[in-house]
């Protein structure tokens, strides 16, 4: 019997009437034959509301960070029981569990645990006696069994490690739209939806905030192998899967997808000198506040001193700038400075490895529309700038039209013969 882990976010059970149509889908597959493992998020937005709990208090630190844990925790412990109850009325076996008593263990980072292993054996028994486990998202334990979860949007990665463990077939991941687009159909109403995707190329473009699947979610994916499919719960559909690239036998356009993130925020440390260390014990007490950088340009020096910019998420910008403040002296920088308003945009294709000239026709076209550069990053099968985060919309457009995205895909129906 082939066995698939069903994931439902937080629209997908925003209420006991959308929790029954999630049952029913649950038993369809049943009925098809296939085992179900199912994962849930907390019900519409109530992660939302218990975080906003928390900030009333307004108290911060690694003691808070714990009892947010415990706090935010609660809302898929909600939903696994609406769910098992549901299905349970509708003649399907089934039971609830938590991260921690599906052994999910996890390290002590709060609020952005990463999990460290799985031990399936509940879920195993569960699944031999015929029953639909219904598994938290987004929590784990530590190894105090202590509560832990892995940052917002992370039911994705439960129901993929799970996926993982279990060698499912497939890992199906519903969610309110209808898979992954090669932009933000928002932005760009001819937006096409991706029937495939590599594992390397949504990375790129879940991480830019495509907003579809979590990061980590796709990490695990890629690294364990576990094709992942992205789909609506509302709208019958194939969505898109996401795969290994071997397994894509057409023709690869050049560019894939275009992804934007607009909260992010920039920090310069100006007139730094250029000896050794400099970039350690400036980014040194960034990385143990646990605040993520992206891209990190650092400018040739003159004088003997240069320039040090990083990027982060926007969120954490103030902390980062209270804790550069402190090593500005240390460093000898001359100032330091900041702007919040700035954007990510990136084009992702595994075809710009065997096409050059990409980079130069993205620049193209900005430069056409007088949008101005602040940094780039590139990898082998990706560009990415920092713009005013005003242009993001404008840009990515353009983009989407020049890189001639819709006809890429229409070609490659063609060929699929779809
Ligand atoms: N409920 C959590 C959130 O809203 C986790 C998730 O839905 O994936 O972020
Ligand atoms: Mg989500």
């Not at 939903?79 to 938590?98: E, H, P, V, Y």
């Not at 263990?105 to 509940?122: C, G, M």
């Amino acid at each position: 019997m082939s066995l698939v882990v069903q994931k439902f976010g937080g629209t997908s059970v925003a209420s006991t009437a959308h929790i029954q149509s999630v049952a029913e889908k649950i038993i369809q597959a049943r009925q098809r034959g296939q085992n179900v493992v199912a994962v849930v998020s907390a019900m519409g937005d109530n992660t939302d509301r218990l975080a906003e709990l928390a900030k009333e208090v307004n108290f911060s630190g690694m003691s808070a960070k714990r009892e947010i844990d415990v706090l935010l925790s609660t809302g898929e412990q909600v939903t696994i029981a609406i769910l098992s109850m549901m299905l349970m009325k509708l003649g399907c076996q089934a039971r609830s569990f938590t991260g921690g008593q599906v052994g999910i263990v996890t390290d002590d980072s709060h609020t952005r645990a990463r999990i460290l292993e799985v031990q399936p054996d509940k879920l195993l028994e569960a699944i031999k006696r015929g029953e639909v486990p219904v598994v938290a998202g987004f929590q784990g334990v530590n190894h105090q069994g202590d509560i832990t979860t892995f940052g917002r949007g992370g039911s994705d990665t439960t129901a993929v490690a799970l996926a993982a463990v279990l060698e499912a077939d497939e890992c199906q991941i519903f969610t309110d739209v209808e898979g992954v687009y090669t932009t933000d159909p928002r932005v760009v109403d001819r937006a096409r939806l991706m029937d495939r995707v590599t594992f390397e190329e949504m990375l790129e473009l879940a991480s830019l905030g495509s907003r579809v699947l979590h990061a980590r979610a796709v990490e695990f994916a890629s690294k364990y192998q576990v094709p992942l499919r992205v789909l609506s719960t509302f709208v019958e559909g194939r969505g898109t899967l996401i795969t290994k690239e071997d397994e894509l036998d057409m023709e690869q356009p050049i560019i894939s997808g275009i992804a934007f993130t607009k909260d992010e925020a920039k920090l310069t440390v100006l007139g730094v000198e250029d000896v050794p260390g400099v970039a350690w014990k400036i980014l040194g007490p960034i990385s143990e506040a646990n605040i993520g950088i992206d891209m990190i340009v650092q400018n040739v020096s003159a004088d003997n001193t240069t320039d040090f910019t990083f990027t982060v998420s926007r969120d954490d910008y103030q902390e980062a700038m209270d804790l550069l403040n402190r090593v500005a002296n240390d460093v000898g920088a001359r100032e330091v400075s900041g702007d919040n308003k700035i954007a990510k945009l990136s084009i992702v294709g595994v075809g710009m490895r065997s096409h050059a000239g990409v980079a130069t026709k993205m620049f193209q076209v900005l430069a056409d529309r007088s949008i101005n550069i602040q940094m780039i990053s590139t990898s082998e099968i990706k560009i990415s700038v920092v713009i005013a985060e005003e242009y993001i919309e404008l840009a990515t457009r353009a983009l989407h039209s020049v890189f001639e995205l819709e006809e890429e895909k229409e070609k490659k129906y063609l060929k699929l013969g779809l």
